[in-house]
């Protein structure tokens, strides 16, 4: 079965949720018999991935603008125009921006599925017109696509589909770390830190984390592990606030043993988010057993955490009393294995795989 991939900026070390879904789903899938080609986005592209395949996954590098309005809609055209010319058995399709192109798809009579991650338009980096375009994807999703997968099951609940299922987001279980070695060359302190991870835009809530943590008389670092795609005004006053702040670190996007480091040693973790799909950052944080307080929106509360570990979203003052009470508690060994088993169980990639293989077969 001929899969082909449009949505993505693309894998591997590449930032985004919807890039990390990508880069553990599609290698099992090619495990699974399928023959997976992605579309990937050349910007993105660099020294540390500049190869055709990964994991058995075929990459197609299409080129796409350097700006954010335009940067999606151009590069799933032109890979649109690719699969009506080679005509996969399924067109998987990442969010509602890239579906833009479904009604060109059908007329192509291609088999056609959308994974729906979050609700873009609600984000705030978009301007009114480019809203609007994104609401008109969703419409597009509703309307055009054979089936639709949500990730979230509060998204699953509000979008009227055609054909939709709920198949969730997966994490990969780590071993932790017992290094240090980039948290010494990055000036971090073992345990004595509060991380967050995370690209620098608004609907992240990042400005929120930091006002709070510099309002806290406190020993403790706060370490923002994430970039933004484009700099906006947001990042740049996100990088001032941080710069007058000596105990707050921006590490910029990593990935691999250095994102572990940051898990395995971090003594609370932080999710400030406005918008989000099922957050991925989150199932890893918690697959190291890792002690999080998140905001109180639909997607956080879907993961079942105790009340304790949620703050009302945007407030900054309940975000700093919540961590101040949660700096001064430590998770015990028996509890961090609790948490690893429930995200272990819940969230397992290879039954992600397997329910989504079972969607291929359907649609085919």
Request: aromatic share 10%.
């Amino acid at each position: 079965m001929r899969i082909y991939v449009i949505g993505t900026r693309g894998f591997p070390h590449i930032q985004g949720g919807v890039e990390k879904h990508c880069e553990s789903l599609y290698p099992l899938m090619a495990e699974r018999g399928c023959r997976v080609k992605v579309f990937r986005r050349e910007p993105y592209i660099n020294k540390h991935n500049d190869f055709k395949m990964f994991r058995s996954v075929h990459f197609h590098d299409l080129h796409s603008p350097g700006h954010k309005n335009f940067e999606t809609i151009i590069h799933s055209l032109v890979a649109a125009v690719i699969c009506l010319c080679e005509k996969p058995d399924i067109v998987h399709i990442h969010n509602i921006g890239p579906s833009l192109i479904l009604p060109l798809l059908k007329l192509g009579r291609l088999n056609t599925i959308v994974t729906y991650h979050s609700p873009n338009y609600e984000h705030g980096k978009w301007g009114f017109f480019a809203k609007k375009i994104l609401m008109l994807g969703e419409k597009f999703v509703s309307r055009w696509a054979d089936k639709v997968i949500f990730v979230s099951k509060t998204a699953f609940r509000s979008v009227d589909c055609i054909s939709k299922i709920h198949i969730p987001n997966g994490v990969k279980s780590e071993t932790p770390s017992s290094s240090w070695e980039f948290l010494a060359k990055s000036g971090i302190y073992p345990d004595k830190y509060v991380l967050a991870v995370g690209r620098l835009t608004p609907e992240k809530g990042l400005i929120d984390l930091v006002a709070a943590f510099k309002d806290m008389n406190c020993d403790y670092q706060l370490v923002i592990a994430g970039n933004a795609d484009h700099e906006t005004d947001y990042s740049r006053n996100l990088r001032r606030m941080a710069e007058a702040d000596a105990r707050i670190i921006l590490t910029g996007y990593v990935t691999g043993e250095p994102l572990n480091q940051l898990y395995s040693h971090a003594r609370l973790f932080l999710l400030p988010s406005y918008h989000e799909g099922l957050p991925i950052v989150l199932l890893e944080a918690m697959s190291f057993g890792l002690s999080v307080l998140v905001s109180d929106i639909p997607a956080n509360r879907e993961v079942g955490l105790s009340p304790d570990r949620y703050f009302r979203c945007g407030d900054v003052a309940d975000l700093k009393e919540k961590m101040e009470t949660l700096l001064k508690t430590r998770l015990t060994k028996a509890e961090q294995q609790g948490i690893r088993d429930r995200i272990a169980e819940k969230y397992d990639w290879e039954k992600i795989a397997d329910q989504t293989l079972s969607v291929y077969e359907k649609v085919a």
